[in-house]
């Protein structure tokens, strides 16, 4: 196997299709390179390699260590430097790079090289001691962090000490001199922590030991964390990339900076970034100095004074606007580009398709269609449909007061109110306890990404746009408000202290990612605006969908919700939501507790009318749509009084005694609820019940159908819950069908329906084809379907179920993502065998997957009519059913 692809001074082993074998950044590179950009040359080492490593126990191969050489020599042959040359050395980065990015996640290596000896030829060459051995004590800094693993406090420390004793306060005031007496500090730092061995001198022993440290870091635990959450598979692995250095601390026509093609916040059509003049790669996103903006517009905007770089350094800057424009073009979207000017000399360090906010993801690829670089099917695919779902909850009520204590850069869009906390796991802990908190950090770093995700939003003291919280809270979806200058933390006493007010942990604030405010107390919110680029964006995903999308929805307010979000009807209406109305609760009671069909009657007369009422209701809202209405489901005891006052009232209202009530309520109990007596075995056992449903149905329909002309008139689908045989179904169905007859009867129409089953029972599934001659729908239940075919109940996974995903026994949680290789096969073979008996029978879906990308892309795969989500998330199924048929 080959492990070692060069790229950079007119060679390009690789190029863009190679991000599994090279990374991402390896294959941008690559590709850079080959365009004609300057990309300092270097070669990757493939993720391949990285399984072998591990493979391996952590060594090398010889033959990677002979093809690595090869590249070395590459890079030297290009720049005209040796590797560990004490006149004229060549300096490296070594660099991770795992097929998506995952910021900051992973180790990086800068200044490579640099030993007693080579600084001082570095010195000499550059004729500029203070940038040679400023670049050497960043060296030892970061290898000791990365690759020795040594504690870095102890180097800040002195770094920190040093500043003071000399009446600094930049890092940029310090001398030559002052660098190298701060290098021997550093050394002697190392010995004192590395157990007594010195900083490795051996230039190639430098070299591979940072190799070793990035295929390592894909183990750590802040990786292993990240990729949990973002569905990262383990054995992915990460490449290598070792790369010339190129220097942004040379001095003040020297730069480093990071910029996006178009603004990842809003989304607008203008370049967005951040650098710093001399300056090396980490300092920008560091947030130890504030980055100055890249264009005057932006700086004008933002009230601030240092140069843009556009001002500052205006002969690059133009440069690397072409290059933008070049980028955006070749790979026809918004790119994140890091880039660095040495001495006037622009070099292009990294490209990748930028990170946006799901607001910019609509707006740039509504913008990129319009422009002509995309086309509407590709603009629909940019859009990933679960983060549809930051828009579509509210934002602040721009008319309800705000109490603004501070202002800071509006780092991630939306709006979030919560409980201030101050560290990462105090967030996950409240935040499990079902606490919303707004994590408050001086500045955020990787092993806060766990209260990151845990928190509502995010509000850090230091940093810019491009900053680690920024770019994180953009990725998750987080409101976040950074780089609040004013803002005093003492995180130890779990306070801040802004515009002389002081807020404590457990205090309410509220930030708005959106303009930057930090607020007091918590600020009311209102709904999205679905008009704009969400509706331009959905029209077109419309245009490409052949799945209809259904919402689940049982009261009117979610109706409403669903159809404005383009619900095409019900799929599901779970009638026992309505039974557990206050005003009900009594009746429902009363009929479960009676002791036969007559006492049962007397109950469901008195539930008829309101029964009828709710559907009228839904009818009325779903006008002239299909409505799938699920009949009774739970077990009764789930409606079984508790408290004394309870069986008081049904007492009361039935005139039979509470000690007997007490006892039907005792007979009731079962073992195991899930499996007992529910669905349609209480239609089965008790006929009387689904009777009345039937009838509440049929007469609803009818009235409904009695107004506008008929024009509203709805489509009920009545379905019986768990089915398991053919027989339970004919049973219902004659029940139904009797109701139906009747009301017609009396009511003198006859409008259309029909009777289908729910398929959330693997004997239902196998009995598909017999159960169709019956039903003429089938709506997968999967959320029972998952609990029964896996046999895990849903209630009770929690405790196994991150560990069954963590060891990769099912990939990700299967009542989130259908299980497609078990749950799916059964909800295909019961497709196959249903459409044998009768062709045009109905398919859809109903459980929480029904809203689920990733499923509702098995769905198209097998042909469903439809998926039914819940009411937010039915622009999510739009878009997602529209991605599953391009
Ligand atoms: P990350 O994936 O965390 O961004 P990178 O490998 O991109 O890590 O490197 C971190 C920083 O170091 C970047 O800002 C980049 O600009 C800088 N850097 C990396 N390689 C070089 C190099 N060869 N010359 C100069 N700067 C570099
Ligand atoms: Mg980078
Ligand atoms: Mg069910």
Redesign the pocket.
Known sequence: TRYVYRFGGGVSDGGKGDKNLLGG?GANLAEMASIGLPV?P?FTISTEMCARYYEEGESFPQSVRDEAALGLAHIEAITNKKFGDPADPLL??V???ARI?M??M?D?V?NLGLNDETVEGLAKTSGDARFAWDSYRRFIQMYSDVVLELDHGAFEEALEIAKEDKGYSLDTELTAEDWQALVTQYKAIVVELWDGKPFPQDVHEQLWGAIGAVFGSWQCERAKVYRRLNDIPADWGTAV?V??????NMGDTSA?G?AFTRDPSKGDNAYYGEFLINA???D??AGIRTPQYLTKTAREQAGAKPASMEEALPTVYSELAKVFDLLETHYRDMQDI???VQQGKL?M??TRSGKRTAKAALKIAVDMANEGLITQEEAVARVDPSALDQLLHPTLDPKAPRDVIAKGLPASPGAASGLVVFDADTAEKRAEMGDAVILVRTETSPEDIHGMHAAKGILTARGGMTSHAAVVARGMGRPCVSGVGSLAIDAKAKVFRVSGREVREGDIITIDGATGEVMIGAVPTVQPELAGDFGILMEWADKVRRLKVRANAETPLDCKTARIFGAEGVGLCRTEHMFFDAARITAVRQMILAEDEKGRRVALEKLLPEQRADFTEIFEIMAGLPVTIRLLDPPLHEFLPHAEEDFAEVALATGIGVETLKRRAAELHEFNPMLGHRGCRLGVTYPEIYEMQARAIFEAACDVAAKDGGKAAPIPEVMVPLVATRRELELMKAVIDKAAKTVFAERGVTLEYLVGTMIELPRAALKAGEIAEVGEFFSFGTNDLTQTTLGVSRDDAGRFLTTYVDKGIYPKDPFVSLDIEGVGELIEIAAERGRKTRPDIKLGICGEHGGDPASIAFCEKIGLDYVSASPYRVPIARLAAAQAAL
């Open positions: 950044k300092p270097g490296v980065s660099r991770s790079g990015s910021p900051g992973m990086t800068l990339n790369q010339a250095m190129v220097f942004g480093t990071v090396q790669g980490e920008v996103v890091e880039f660095t070099w360090l990294q």
